[in-house]
Structure formats: structure tokens, C-alpha cells
């Protein structure tokens, strides 16, 4: 395992944490990373809640979805969802699937969209899609992604956009890196929940195209990724961990 393999693997385990201490996922829901030195294959922990994943909880996956390495460990039942997005969207590196609260409404609503209403919600455009798996597997399944098929389809609903939701479910986010992906469910979690809260005021009102044409305009986000990741790892905890190697031995 060369160095840069082991430090993506060790920034995996510390985006599980930040994400379950901030309440993004619980006791479920699960976050990967596209292979450093393999880019068909993904990083992805044994089912375990994240807030609680070591480095020795990381495995490899291939392109199916499939176990890379020695049989044993239990896998994640909706790992396909990472392999439908890796495999669709070649400039996504890092990817989230979790079921939080505050985008659910968003999730079941017929009408309302979760949109860009604040800066943290700009990358929403118009509009976040909502993939409803009965649309394509009918309404016998159990609304798990649990095969290719659905990973697939999941993926073609997120089309080029950083998130879709799920109905009924949860949702899925995408980027480039883990630090923007954690950045992206933070965002999506305070556009979704000052969204979900105005809705009691009456007339509301989002961006307008050209308030959204300087967003469009701004290089990728690394300076600000790195600034929040640097917070939420102070937040949970992390920071002091970092010469113990994010969780090795514990
Ligand atoms: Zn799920």
C-alpha cells in the first residue's frame, strides 16, 4: 500500500467520522472514495455506523460493486449507489449516500424543490432532481439500491449535478474529493433545513440567474473545503488525532 493510498484511506475514515458527528449520517447511510492508484475501483468501509470506522474497517470495491479483496467482511447493502456514480460521472472522486432529516421533506414533496435560496444552496440551480425508484422497478422493492440496475439508474437521475434525492430515502452526493463532498452535505443540510423553515412565513423567494452567474463562475472550492474541514475535524475531535493516524490502534 504505497503512502498516498493510506493517507486517502485514513481522510475516509475521518470524513465517516465528521459526517456522524454532525448528525448527516446516523447509525447508517455511508461515504467512499474513488481508488487513488486504482481509478475503476472505490474505497468503501464494512457496514458499520460511520461515526465509529477505524483504518483496518476500509475495503476495496470494484466497479460492480463488488468485494476486491478476501471474503469476509460485511458490505454496505447500497454500496451500488457508489459504483452507478463512479462509473457515470468520471470527475466525481468522493461520494455520500445518507438519509438526512432535514432533506426528507424534499424527498416526498410533489411540489416543492429543494433549490438555491442561500449561498450554501447556489450549486442547487433550478432545482435538485428526485429519483423515485418505483418510476423504473415498480413498487415491490424494498426502496434500497441493491443491485447495479438501481445504482445505475440512481446515477442517471443525478445526471451531471452534485446531488439528487431519493424518495422517501435519503439522497446522494457527489464531488471531487472527500473534503468537498463533506462540505456539499453540510450545505445541502442548512440549504434544506432554512428552506424547510421560511416555508412557515409565507411569499419566499430564491436566487435569480444572475445571482447565481458569479457562483457558476468560481474556481472548484478548495480554499473553502479546506478551511471547513480543518473546523470539522477540530469539531470531532480529530485534530488531535492526527499524529495517531486517524483511528490506527483504537
Ligand atoms: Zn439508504
Redesign the pocket.
Known amino acids: 500500500m504505497s503512502a498516498g493510498d493510506t493517507e486517502v484511506r485514513r481522510e475516509l475514515v475521518a470524513a465517516n467520522r465528521i459526517l456522524g458527528h454532525e448528525g448527516i449520517l446516523d447509525a447508517?447511510?455511508h461515504v467512499s472514495v474513488r481508488h487513488p492508484g486504482n481509478p475503476g475501483h472505490f474505497l468503501l468501509c464494512r457496514a458499520r455506523s460511520p461515526e465509529n470506522v477505524e483504518l483496518a474497517d476500509v475495503l476495496e470495491f470494484d466497479g460492480d460493486g463488488e468485494l476486491a479483496g478476501e471474503a469476509g467482511p460485511i458490505p454496505y447493502v447500497?454500496r451500488f449507489i457508489h459504483a452507478g456514480v463512479y462509473e457515470a460521472r468520471p470527475d466525481v472522486t468522493a461520494v455520500c449516500?445518507n438519509?438526512a432529516i432535514s432533506i426528507l421533506p424534499f424527498s416526498i414533496s410533489r411540489s416543492v424543490r429543494l433549490r438555491a435560496t442561500i449561498n450554501a444552496s447556489a450549486m442547487f440551480g433550478d432545482g435538485v432532481p428526485v429519483w423515485d425508484i418505483a418510476a423504473e422497478f415498480g413498487d415491490s422493492t424494498d426502496m434500497?439500491v441493491r443491485n447495479m440496475a438501481h445504482g445505475r439508474s440512481l446515477a442517471r437521475a443525478l445526471g451531471a449535478g452534485p446531488v439528487v434525492l431519493m424518495r422517501g430515502?435519503?439522497s446522494v452526493v457527489a464531488g471531487n474529493g472527500l473534503r468537498q463532498v463533506v462540505s456539499r452535505c453540510l450545505d445541502m443540510d442548512r440549504s434544506a433545513t432554512a428552506q424547510l423553515a421560511v416555508a412557515t412565513l409565507g411569499a419566499t423567494r430564491s436566487f435569480t440567474a444572475a445571482e447565481l452567474a458569479p457562483h457558476a463562475d468560481l474556481p472548484p472550492g478548495a480554499t473553502r473545503d479546506d478551511r471547513a474541514w480543518e473546523y470539522l475535524l477540530h469539531r470531532a475531535g480529530l485534530d488531535q488525532d492526527e499524529e495517531r493516524g486517524h483511528g490506527e490502534g483504537r
Do not use: N, P, S
Open positions: 447508517f447511510g447500497e449516500h438519509h434500497l430515502h435519503g
